[in-house]
């Protein structure tokens, strides 16, 4: 099988922009997980946020489902920070309750899993982290001491 393709950075800004609603599978209350940090930014966000995780009841103050289907609408980014070999299983479900994108965060990638996605007619982005597109594509992330990747003619003070 060949390498599936990541969504472009135009595809990325696209989905980030035409989306309304993100499923966290795999979040974490742990304060000290990437997935919790994720999430704490996103709900400072226009998106409505949903964590996906049948340990926990609750995730910084939101109700946390157990699974995509026991979601209250179909989400359209899922958003996923599980371990490698649970993708497909992740993939499975999203293709299932009619996601339109699933994406793997930081250091996550399956190629097979992301086949199977793209063939059910969803878009995949592997191995980049929601947030920090997000604070890019919107010109947050300098904040940070990172450069956004964003060209503009604003000048700027001097410092």
Known sequence: MSVVPDATALERLQILQNSQ???????????????????SYLLRTNFRTYPV????????????????????EVPDIVDVFRRHDALPEVVDEAIEVGAKVVWFQ????????????????????QDRCLKIEHARFSG???MAGFNTGV?????????
């Open 21 to 39: 609603s993100v499923a966290l599978v795999g979040v974490s209350a742990n304060p000290l997980r990437s997935s919790n940090f994720v999430s």
């Open 53 to 72: 995780n049948p340990a926990y009841d609750e995730v910084l103050g939101q109700k946390t489902y157990p699974t995509l289907a026991d979601l209250p």
């Open 106 to 125: 930081l250091g996550l990638r399956h190629d097979e899993a992301a086949q199977k996605a793209v063939d059910a007619g969803l878009t995949v982005v």
């Open 140 to 142: 947050k992330l300098h």
């Open 151 to 159: 060209i503009s003619s604003r000048r700027r003070l001097p410092v």
